[in-house]
């Protein structure tokens, strides 16, 4: 009975190394490989996965001169991007 439980413990352990988890909440927007891929550690990537953490975002915005007048320091906001111009962020 033991040794039963000891392969089950050892399966539970194999099975542990195929999940990453990850320090942050975030959202994946980089995933470097594929389903069925062997990865070994520290060989064929950097970075398996790359997070955005959503708690925080910093933007560079390019403001046009005649409308600097009308922004603050810390001022909320609400922006479109390209990719989705019927999005307000």
């Known amino acids: 009975m033991e040794r039963r439980e000891a392969e ?3 399966l539970r352990v194999r099975i ?3 999940r990453n988890y990850s320090p942050i909440d975030g959202v994946a927007i980089q995933v470097s490989a594929k389903d069925g891929e062997a990865v070994v550690t520290g060989l064929q990537f ?3 996965l790359t997070f955005l953490a959503l ?5 560079l915005i390019y403001i046009d001169e005649t409308d600097v007048g009308r922004v603050n320091p810390c001022q909320n906001l609400e922006f479109t991007v390209d990719s989705s111009p019927d999005s307000t962020f």
């Open 16 to 18: 542990s190394y195929t």
């Open 55 to 59: 708690s925080r975002l910093e933007m």
């Open 8 to 10: 089950v413990e050892a």
């Open 46 to 48: 950097s970075n398996l």
